[in-house]
């Protein structure tokens, strides 16, 4: 499957985005989703995933309460809505897969559990 994502940009902390990630070349109903960021000079660390219905999500500590992760199975698409931004988010936000037909919880595994990974896009906060 390949991942696309978009959505990313330059924010005041305390502000909202919401990144999209289209996905294509396979049924997308089969694979859980996640995403991933990565900040400067630090480790790509898991964010949030959701199973193939959407039915369930996982949140990592930091970003619990502010984001939230969704998809839409018929456009394709998993989205993360990110409200009230810290500077602490600034990072390349990356939408990422484990194989077909495996659990999202897979993805909180780390990196080790992603076999598909989209081009990141990158949020920046301003303090």
């Known amino acids: 499957v390949q991942l696309q994502a978009s959505g990313g940009g330059l924010v005041q902390a305390g502000g909202s985005l919401r990144l999209s990630c289209a996905a294509s070349g396979r049924t997308f109903s089969n694979y859980a989703m996640g995403w991933f960021r990565q900040a400067p000079g630090k480790e790509r660390e898991f964010v949030s995933a959701?199973?193939?219905?959407?039915?369930?999500?996982y949140y990592a500590d930091s970003v619990k309460g502010r984001f939230t992760i969704s998809r839409d199975n018929a456009k394709n698409t998993v989205y993360l809505q990110m409200n009230s931004l810290k500077p602490e988010d600034t990072a390349v936000y990356y939408c990422?897969?484990?194989?077909?037909?495996?659990?999202?919880?897979?993805?909180?595994?780390?990196?080790?559990?992603?076999?598909?990974w989209g081009k990141g896009t990158l949020v920046t906060v301003s303090s």
């Open positions: 959701i199973s193939w219905s959407g039915g369930s999500t």
């Open positions: 990422a897969a484990p194989p077909e037909n495996s659990s999202w919880y897979q993805l909180t595994k780390g990196v080790y559990g992603v076999d598909y």
